[in-house]
């Protein structure tokens, strides 16, 4: 899928009504921080947040879908208000579908945001894929358009708003702060 243009990119993030998320490598930088206790830490990105919630001011729904469990991505979605989560498990297609069928939206008017070659099931049936530059190469062959920033540096802020650019809400969500 690379390659294609940005004009088809823009067409494509102009019907997204699902944005889902990965985490590891997408939400977080990928590094798994482990406490004295065993106990593990992750780090998010404020401006990734913010453009999560700009995406729900706009009507995006919102969605994670993450091989790995963890409480913090329990703890982060609920301080963002991100109300479908699924954790656990590398069949992310069931899940996603799953999706589909709750929301009655069709693959097309989905966007998915993944660096891994699990993300793949997901990633070949959206309407809008994207990829992190430090994603895997499999995965940035096969996306509609990767990202500048590295996945937990700002890469879910900067697809956050290519959607918002591309469906004309970026400016009245902006105005907000113009005030």
Sequence with gaps: M???????VLARAAKIKLMIFDVDGVLT??????????ELMKTFNVHDGLGIKFLQQAGVLTAIISA?????VTARAKDLGI???????????????????KTGLTAEQVGFIGDDVVDLPILS???LAI???????????RVHHVTAASGGRGAVREASE???RAQGSYEQILAQFLV
Aim: charged share 25%; hydrophobic share 30%; no cysteine.
């Design 162 to 164: 290519l959607l918002l």
């Design 68 to 72: 790995r469990r963890s409480p913090q």
């Design 2 to 8: 690379s390659g294609i243009d940005k004009q088809d």
């Design 29 to 38: 930088d990928g590094s798994l921080h482990y406490g004295a206790e065993g």
């Design 131 to 141: 990829g992190v530059p430090n994603g895997r190469p499999e995965v940035l062959q």
């Design 83 to 101: 109300e479908f989560v699924h954790q656990g498990g590398h069949d992310k297609l069931t899940p996603f579908m799953d999706l589909l069928a």
């Design 125 to 127: 049936r959206v309407g």
